[in-house]
């Protein structure tokens, strides 16, 4: 299937390289690929491709030369850059990765001036809809059954996707977390990662955590690090015009993989728009370079909205999910007092007529994910 990220994908390699990162299995290697027929695929973790890489012997009568994997490799950015530098645009270059390549790109040589960055998603209901032409209600409803990968989606096998998250989270922590760092305790990050996945939708503390592991509050706040590093989780912070003040602050913590939510409708619900938000966001910073941000909000008193979506620094839109509450929740309406230009929408499951009620609008989840778009 074509994927949302191939024609920017396109239009940027005639000039840089471009740097492609996103979740292990997301569809990086297949959407590189079907940039054009006229390609070589270079896998870093391939001992035959890593003597071609370091020897620099790949074909050049292609159209695009893919490195997966490259992060991997001592000094990559120097390497790269040095073959950029030297060879110029021809053929074209790509980098994926399934860990965040800007964590490598800190320190060291610096790539400045000669990439794009682009992050790939996995499928929400608005892409699911523009490319393989299915209904929203039915996309969302496979979504939070099965998640969005799309190996397990286009199967849609609920033992299949049991079957291959196991494997999928396996993977990402006995290979690719050992190639970021040194962790020596697996079995701790495979008990967080189970934490995290009861408790999406809720504020995270730190403490309970190290509590629950019996580890430091500066080790749970590392290994969520990596976890993010590794496009396991996200966080969403409380939006605070302090911005020093909101990081202080518990986050919430959400799964790229929805199908991986250990939770009822709500949680897996909250968990399918927060990774909808996200990707448009990411869509908008990669193809745009306007700052982004998602937070939640939460005042003294306890009231809450879900989401607040950040476009250079201007609240854009206040979201709250409902599960099945078609009543509009009073804590929208209060903090659309202090952000005026946020529009409110609350977003409803199975929702049965469309309501508004002064600024605010009340939607299906669905038919809200399906359109869903933020001018910039």
């Not at 509050?217 to 690090?225: D, F, G, M, R």
Request: net charge positive; glycine share 4%; aromatic share 10%.
């Amino acid at each position: 299937m074509k994927r949302y990220l191939e024609k920017p994908v396109k239009n940027d390699l005639k000039e840089k390289i471009v740097l492609l990162s996103g979740p292990r299995q997301v569809g990086k290697t297949t959407l590189a690929k079907q940039l054009t027929p006229s390609n070589a695929y270079l896998n870093y973790d391939s001992t035959s491709d890593r003597k071609i890489i370091q020897a620099e012997e790949w074909a050049r009568d292609v159209d695009l030369v893919i490195f997966d994997e490259l992060h991997k490799m001592k000094n990559w950015k120097s390497w790269i850059k040095g073959i950029y530098d030297t060879e110029g645009n021809s053929p074209s270059l790509i980098v994926t990765g399934s860990a965040r390549l800007d964590t490598y790109k800190k320190g060291g040589e610096s790539l400045a001036g000669r990439f794009f960055p682009f992050r790939l998603h996995p499928l929400t209901v608005k892409e699911i809809c523009t490319y393989l032409n299915e209904k929203p209600e039915i996309a969302l409803d496979k979504i939070l059954e099965i998640g969005g990968f799309p190996e397990p989606y286009l199967k849609n096998s609920q033992t299949f996707a049991k079957r291959w998250r196991r494997i999928h989270t396996d993977t990402i922590i006995r290979e690719d977390l050992l190639d970021l760092e040194r962790v020596r305790d697996i079995k701790s990050i495979e008990i967080l990662i189970d934490l995290l996945r009861a408790r999406v939708g809720s504020t995270i503390s730190y403490t309970s955590l190290a509590n629950d592991l019996q580890v430091s509050i500066h080790t749970v706040k590392h290994w969520l690090q990596i976890l993010e590093n590794l496009y396991i989780i996200f966080p969403v912070r409380p939006y605070h015009k302090n911005i020093a003040r909101s990081l202080l602050k518990e986050s919430k913590y959400y799964l790229y993989d929805t199908g991986a939510v250990d939770g009822e409708l709500g949680a897996r619900l909250e968990n399918a728009v927060a990774c909808a938000l996200l990707r448009e966001l990411h869509f908008i910073e990669d193809t745009t370079g306007s700052k982004v941000s998602l937070h939640f909000l939460r005042d003294k008193e306890k009231h809450e909205v879900d989401f607040l979506i950040l476009i250079d620094n201007k609240p854009v839109t206040i979201i709250e999910v409902k599960a099945g509450d078609d009543n509009f929740s009073r804590s929208l309406f209060r903090f659309h007092n202090f952000l005026k230009d946020a529009v409110p929408i609350q977003v409803v499951y199975n929702l049965k007529r469309k309501k508004s009620k002064g600024p605010a609008t009340m939607l299906p989840v669905h038919e809200f994910l399906k359109n869903i778009r933020f001018d910039v």
